[in-house]
C-alpha cells in the first residue's frame, strides 16, 4: 500500500497543480477572436469576437477592441457559444441518492461533491452550468442544487451563486416502487399506488395551509408561538413560489393530476422533467405555465415510458413550452449538444430552437436566465468553443470558460485523463 501511493502520488500533485494553475481563482481578461459566434438570442456574428473582463461579457461584434493584457484565443474557423445547461444532471453527486425513509423529504437538500471527476468530463462537452437533483424516490424530495463547472474548487465556490431554490417532485413507478419485487420491510412504506401519490401531495399542502395559518394567527394576535417544522416550512415556501418545483413525470394522466393539485393549493410546477406522455397534454402544460425538459432518445426501458416518441420535445416547443434536452445522469451531459441535434431530426426543429435547449432554455428554467444561456453584455463568461459547429458529427470542444477562466483545453486533455484515472485508482486501493 505504502509503495502504492508513493507511485502515484506525484501525479496526484501534478493534478493539483494544473488545476490551480487553470483556475487560480481569478477572473481572468480572455478574448476569443475570428470565431463564428452563435449568441443564441441575437442571431450568429460571423467572424466575431467576444471580450470578457472580470469574468464578465464586456464586447461582442465584429469589430471589437481588445483591451491590452489580455489573453486572446483564435477562434478561426471555429463556433463559439454559450456553455451549455444541463437542466437535469446527477453529476457531482452519489449517483441516484433519496433520502428513502420517508415519502415526504423536502427539508433535506443535496450536497455536492466538488472532486467528482464528471465535472472535468462535463466541461469536455462544452457542459458549464447544471441542475442537480436526487433520485425519484419520493413524492416530495430535497431540494436541489445549481453548480457552475469550477473544476478544483471548494464545494462552495462551485455553487451557482444566487441561483433559486428549487425543489424535486416525483410522480410514478419510482415513487411507488412498482417492479421492485419483496423490499426490505426499512423499504416499504406509503404510497403504493398513484392514487396514494396523489393523496400524499394533497395531505401534506393541507398540513402545510394550517401551519401557514397558525404562525399568521400568532403574528396576528400573538399568543403561543407555533413549534417550528422544517418540513412543513419548506412546503409553506413552495406554496409561495420561494422555492421552484421541478417534478419528474411521464404519464399524462399523473401529469393533470400534479397540475390540478398544485393549482388547488396556489402554486406552479416550474418543470416537468423527462415528461414523456407531454406531446398528450401539451396545452394543458402551457396553459399552467409549465416547462419542460426531456430526453432526446431515451424511452421503453420501463412501462411508464412506452408511449414515449422522438417528436416530443418539437410538439411541445410548437406549443409554446419552453423545452430542454437534459441528461438525467453524470455522463451524458458530456453530449448535450448532440442530445439536442435530434430535435431537428425529429420534428423538424429550427438550428435555433435546438440549440437554445441546451443554453438559454434550460437557463430559464433553472432561474439562471439573467446571468447565463446567451452571449450578451453583461453576462458571466461562460463559454464553449467548438472545432466545427455544434451539430456537426465531427465536431468536439476545444475549449470551454466558466468566469472568463479556461477550465477546459483540449490540448491539456490527455494529460488530465490519466491523472484522473491515476487518482480514481489510487482510491480504490485505500
Known amino acids: 500500500m505504502k509503495k502504492l501511493l508513493i507511485?502515484?502520488?506525484?501525479?496526484?500533485?501534478?493534478?493539483?497543480?494544473?488545476?490551480t494553475t487553470a483556475t487560480n481563482g481569478l477572473a481572468q481578461n480572455v478574448a476569443v477572436r475570428n470565431a463564428t459566434i452563435l449568441t443564441i438570442t441575437n442571431g450568429i456574428v460571423e467572424n466575431g469576437t467576444v471580450v470578457?473582463?472580470?469574468?464578465?461579457?464586456?464586447?461582442?461584434?465584429?469589430?471589437?477592441?481588445?483591451?491590452n493584457g489580455t489573453t486572446v484565443i483564435d477562434g478561426t474557423g471555429m463556433y463559439l457559444m454559450?456553455?451549455?445547461i444541463d437542466a437535469h444532471s446527477h453529476a457531482a453527486i452519489d449517483s441516484g441518492i433519496n433520502e428513502g425513509s420517508e415519502s415526504v423529504t423536502p427539508e433535506v437538500q443535496v450536497q455536492v461533491m466538488n472532486d467528482d471527476p464528471t465535472i472535468y468530463q462535463a466541461l469536455a462537452g462544452g457542459a458549464t452550468t447544471a441542475h442537480l437533483l436526487h433520485g425519484s424516490a419520493n413524492t416530495i424530495g430535497g431540494q436541489s442544487q445549481v453548480i457552475k463547472m469550477r473544476w478544483g474548487k471548494s464545494v462552495e465556490e462551485i455553487l451557482f451563486e444566487g441561483a433559486p431554490r428549487l425543489v424535486k417532485f416525483a410522480l410514478g413507478e419510482n415513487v411507488t416502487r412498482a417492479g421492485r419485487g419483496n423490499l426490505p420491510d426499512s423499504l416499504r412504506r406509503y404510497p403504493k399506488s398513484r392514487?396514494?401519490?396523489e393523496h400524499t401531495l394533497r395531505w401534506w399542502f393541507t398540513e402545510a395551509q394550517k401551519y401557514r395559518t397558525g404562525w399568521e394567527d400568532y403574528h396576528s394576535n400573538g399568543g403561543l408561538e407555533p413549534r417550528r417544522d422544517l418540513r412543513l416550512e419548506a412546503l409553506v415556501d413552495i406554496m409561495e413560489g420561494e422555492i421552484r418545483v421541478h417534478a419528474h413525470s411521464y404519464r399524462a394522466d399523473e401529469i393533470l393530476m400534479l397540475i390540478r393539485v398544485a393549482e388547488q393549493f396556489g402554486f406552479r410546477i416550474n418543470t416537468f422533467q423527462h415528461v414523456l406522455e407531454g406531446y398528450k397534454v401539451a396545452k394543458e402544460i402551457a396553459d399552467h405555465g409549465a416547462h419542460a425538459s426531456t430526453f432526446a432518445d431515451f424511452w421503453g426501458y420501463k412501462v411508464e415510458a412506452y408511449d414515449a416518441i422522438?417528436?416530443?420535445m418539437a410538439i411541445m416547443a410548437s406549443r409554446g413550452i419552453v423545452v430542454s434536452v437534459n441528461s438525467d445522469s453524470g455522463e451524458r451531459i458530456r453530449r448535450l449538444y448532440q442530445e439536442a441535434a435530434f430535435g431537428m431530426k425529429y420534428g423538424g426543429m429550427s438550428e435555433e430552437e435546438a440549440l437554445k435547449m441546451i443554453t438559454i432554455n434550460p437557463a430559464i428554467q433553472i432561474g439562471v436566465e439573467n446571468r447565463v444561456g446567451s452571449i450578451e453584455v453583461g453576462k458571466d463568461a461562460d463559454l464553449a468553443?467548438?472545432?466545427?459547429?455544434?451539430?456537426?458529427p465531427s465536431t468536439k470542444v476545444e475549449k470551454t470558460i466558466v468566469d472568463g477562466i479556461v477550465y477546459f483545453d483540449r490540448d491539456q486533455a490527455d494529460t488530465m485523463a490519466k491523472l484522473l484515472a491515476n487518482k480514481d485508482g489510487m482510491e480504490e486501493q485505500r
Not at 507511485?7 to 488545476?19: D, G, M, Q, S, T
Not at 464586447?59 to 477592441?65: C, F, P, R, S, W
Open 7 to 19: 507511485e502515484i502520488r506525484p501525479a496526484v500533485l501534478l493534478l493539483i497543480l494544473i488545476c
Open 385 to 392: 468553443l467548438f472545432s466545427h459547429h455544434p451539430f456537426h
Open 195 to 197: 392514487m396514494g401519490v
Open 82 to 84: 454559450p456553455g451549455l
Open 310 to 312: 422522438p417528436h416530443n
Open 52 to 67: 470578457s473582463r472580470d469574468g464578465k461579457i464586456v464586447a461582442v461584434g465584429t469589430e471589437v477592441d481588445i483591451p
